[in-house]
């Protein structure tokens, strides 16, 4: 069965950094395009950063752009965002998230085009 299991948050101060990391199993992961996704307290999923099957286009969201990298390892079935200049408003629980087609070339942005989350792990940027 799919698998998705986040790992990497914790607290960070303001301008600081974190690296999140997604473990994949249950499903030719090289097939896929990945994203990652956030939800804060008391607001819905926002698509953050996505990136093709192959590694080779990566996207964005406004509010991440030029702070946060996102990359994948195919021989390791792992996907992984890197985030910097770390703001308060970037705290919230993150996922990532496989795309429910396998499709070449293409990153969904809306969240309904995903069809299995991992549990989330926790973020939280506060001095």
């Known amino acids: 069965q799919v698998q998705l299991v986040e790992s990497g948050g914790g607290l960070a101060q303001p301008g600081g950094s974190l690296s999140l990391s997604c473990a994949a199993s249950?499903?030719?992961?090289?097939?896929?395009?990945m994203s990652w996704a956030r939800q804060a307290p008391g607001k819905g999923l926002e698509w953050v950063s996505g990136?093709?099957?192959?590694?080779?286009?990566?996207y964005y969201a406004d509010s991440v752009k030029g702070r946060f990298t996102i990359s994948r390892d195919n021989a390791k079935n792992t996907l992984y965002l890197q985030m910097n200049s770390l703001k308060p408003e970037d705290s919230a629980l993150y996922y990532c998230?496989?795309?429910?087609?396998?499709?070449?070339?293409?990153?969904?942005?809306?969240?309904?085009?995903?069809?299995?989350w991992g549990q989330g792990t926790q973020v939280t940027v506060s001095s």
């Open positions: 249950g499903f030719t992961f090289s097939n896929y395009a």
């Open positions: 998230a496989k795309d429910k087609r396998s499709r070449p070339n293409t990153i969904p942005t809306h969240i309904t085009e995903y069809d299995y």
């Open positions: 990136i093709y099957s192959d590694g080779s286009a990566t």
